[in-house]
Every structure is written in structure tokens, then in C-alpha cells.
């Protein structure tokens, strides 16, 4: 499967995802972008700097491998996103969808 092919298919899995795209090691996408008809809510030059820092942040998370086992998935909960990114080899796929709830409070039982 080709890696738009792989970004479109994900973007249909859920009609909240805003962003569908593959980031290879050095921060640059790849593949994929934004879903159509949803306006992003950074500019282009700031999706660039946050393209490189989860890039830095997937290799550090990579140096601690050895000792705690390989990174499955991440998540981030966001006031207005959650976004998730899956390690693809050097690459890694990165996903953000709303947050409709705009809650931060988790109740443990």
C-alpha cells in the first residue's frame, strides 16, 4: 500500500480526524496532510516546526528502547486535539482529532 493510499484510509476512519500524514525522521511529511475541508489551526510554517519537534521527540524516545521495549503508539490529550503518532521505522504517522469533550479531567475510580 502506498503511503497516501495508507494516509487516506485512516483519515476515513473517523469523521473528527483533522490530519492524516506520514513524517519521515527529519520532521518533513511526507505523505498525507490535512482532511479536506478542515482549516488547520496553525500556519504552514509552524506545522514545519512541529513536524521536526515530534521528529526529536520520537528519536529520544528511541534511546530508551533498550531498557523499556519499543514505543507501540503516543497520545497526546489536548484541551482541543488528541493526536496519536504510530513509529513506522524511521518514519512515524501522525494523526490529531478534536476534541469535542474540551475536558483535561480524567476521573479514576
Request: net charge positive; aromatic share 12%.
Amino acid at each position: 500500500m502506498e503511503n497516501d493510499e495508507l494516509c487516506a484510509k485512516i483519515a476515513k476512519i473517523a469523521p473528527k480526524i483533522r490530519f492524516s500524514g506520514l513524517i519521515n525522521h527529519r520532521g518533513r511529511l511526507i505523505a498525507g496532510g490535512m482532511v479536506t475541508k478542515v482549516k488547520s489551526l496553525e500556519d504552514e510554517k509552524k506545522d514545519e516546526m512541529l513536524y521536526m519537534e515530534l521528529a526529536l521527540r520520537v528519536k529520544m524516545r528511541q534511546e530508551f528502547d533498550a531498557d523499556f521495549g519499543h514505543v507501540h503508539f503516543t497520545l497526546s490529550y489536548r484541551e482541543k486535539l488528541i493526536v496519536m503518532s504510530y513509529p513506522m521505522g524511521k518514519m512515524f504517522y501522525w494523526y490529531p482529532w478534536i476534541n469535542e469533550n474540551h475536558s483535561t479531567k480524567f476521573h479514576l475510580k
